[in-house]
Every structure is written in C-alpha cells, then in structure tokens.
C-alpha cells in the first residue's frame, strides 16, 4: 500500500526502490507493475520495461487473469512498443 501512496504522491524512486527490495522475494505481481510504472513515470523506460516484463511471466506463472483488459498485460505491451 505504501508503494502506491508513494507512487500517487510522485515520491522519490530511492524510497520506492528500498520498499520494493521488501515485497521483492513474496514476487508480488503488483509490486512489479506499481514499480515499472514508477520508473516509467520517471522516464526510465528500460527499467520499466523489465519490471512490466517480470510482473506479466509472474502473472502468467500464478495463473493470474490475462485477459485483454488486464493492466499488466496493457501497460507492458505499451512499454515494448515506447521502447521500439
């Protein structure tokens, strides 16, 4: 939750990246997507691309839903083609 609020509030990626290496072994597929589109909102596209990339194989390894009105499944199509 802090991540988001933290995210919301356009806080500092160090804060967001020491949280992170909290919720990093649980893999939550959330945590990954809420910091690809951290670093994507902070124009760091090549790190976002692989966090968007690591929450979609997490999601597709849990199982998790991957339809095409998935957030996941939208925003990591759209970071590959931001990063072409």
Same mark, same amino acid.
């Given at each position: =939750? ?14 967001? *990246?020491?949280? @992170?290496?909290? %919720? $990093? ?8 997507h809420?910091?690809? =589109? ?14 968007? *990339?690591?929450? @979609?194989?997490? %999601? $597709? ?9 998935s ?14």
């Amino acid at each position: =939750i802090r991540l988001l609020q933290l995210m919301n509030e356009n806080g500092e990626i160090k804060v967001a *990246e020491d949280i @992170f290496k909290k %919720l $990093k072994t649980i893999n939550s597929v959330d945590a990954y997507h809420l910091m690809g =589109i951290f670093y994507h909102k902070n124009k760091k596209n090549d790190r976002a691309f692989e966090y968007f *990339e690591t929450a @979609f194989r997490l %999601l $597709k390894e849990q199982n998790g839903y991957l339809g095409k009105d998935s957030e996941i499944l939208n925003n990591t199509i759209n970071i590959y083609q931001f990063n072409q």
